[in-house]
Structure formats: structure tokens, C-alpha cells
């Protein structure tokens, strides 16, 4: 029993860092979640910055990228914390220090179906889903654009989604 308690508690670091990014962020969601355990990651590989020697890239605009900006001292106006809009839940740490880095993403089998913790995610997933789907009400992000391979490659070498971006107002590339 002192066993099974111990695998399914939750790191109080984890707890003390998800408070304070909710503080920051509003509210509790998965995203925040996501960020808060890729700060977590990055910060053991180096230390939060005083000033901008850490250096975040996010792949997204997600909620995540809150977590990822309290937790870490990255920010905006001070010029490490890099936002590249690939819509991919990929986050990039370096130390410009140290010269070390450290590039987190979420599998993409996470919830795959094919075994029984994957189910389980997937379940989990569907519920979070519907109450955050009831609490945002009719809020529906407007898709700007429709890639003709939108959804359907990933990288061979990470496994991660490709996505497409306009270059010089006429050039589409996926990467």
C-alpha cells in the first residue's frame, strides 16, 4: 500500500511550481501543466535566469508557455523567451552560459490507443476536454489557414506534427 501511495503522489515541487504559474496564469489547465513540467526539466539542466542567460523557443502559444515564463525568468521584454508559432507543443532550453540545451516534446503516442495506459490518457484527455470545452462557452479560435497537408506528415527523425508557414507574403513551407 506505502507503495502504490508513493507511485501516485505528486511531487511537491510540481505542486509549489503549478501554484505559482496559476497565480500568473489565471487559472489550472493541462497546457499550464505541460509548461510547468518542461520548466521543471529545464531547470535541472540550468538554473533559473537573473538575467537573460536562459533562453526559452516555444513552438506554440499555448497556456504552457505562461509556465514556462514565470517559472523560468524568460520573458518577452528581455529577449529570451522566443516565440515560433509552429503550433507544436515543443519547448527548447539554453544556457548561453554553459552552452548546454535541452529540447522537450510531447509524444506523439501519448494516447495511443493500443495499450491500456494510453486508453486511459485518452479517457482522461476526452474529460478534461469537455469541461474546458463547457467553460469557454461558443470561444472558437479561428483558423487562418488551411495547408493542403495540414495534420497528415510528421518529422522522421522526432516524430513531431509538420506544420506550414508563409514566407515573403507568396512561399509555403512545411517544417
Not at 150 to 174: N, S, V
Amino acid at each position: 500500500m506505502a507503495n502504490e501511495n508513493k507511485k501516485n503522489s505528486i511531487d511537491p515541487k510540481i505542486l509549489e511550481m503549478m501554484k505559482t504559474a496559476e497565480e500568473f496564469h489565471g487559472h489550472s489547465c493541462p497546457g499550464l501543466a505541460i509548461g510547468v513540467i518542461a520548466s521543471k526539466i529545464a531547470l535541472e539542466t540550468a538554473k533559473r535566469a537573473a538575467d537573460e542567460e536562459l533562453v526559452a523557443i516555444v513552438e506554440n502559444d499555448a497556456c504552457g508557455v505562461d509556465g514556462i515564463q514565470v517559472l523560468t525568468g524568460c520573458t518577452y521584454g528581455k529577449g529570451n523567451l522566443i516565440h515560433l508559432d509552429y503550433g507544436k507543443s515543443v519547448y527548447t532550453f539554453y544556457n548561453r552560459n554553459t552552452h548546454r540545451a535541452v529540447r522537450l516534446s510531447l509524444k506523439p503516442d501519448l494516447f495511443s490507443v493500443d495499450s491500456e495506459q494510453g486508453k486511459h490518457r485518452k479517457e482522461l484527455f476526452d474529460k478534461v476536454q469537455e469541461v474546458m470545452a463547457e467553460k469557454a462557452g461558443k470561444r472558437i479560435r479561428k483558423q487562418i489557414h488551411h495547408w493542403a497537408f495540414q495534420g497528415m506528415l510528421t518529422c522522421g527523425h522526432c516524430g513531431c506534427a509538420l506544420t506550414a508557414e508563409i514566407q515573403k507574403e507568396r512561399y509555403i513551407y512545411y517544417h
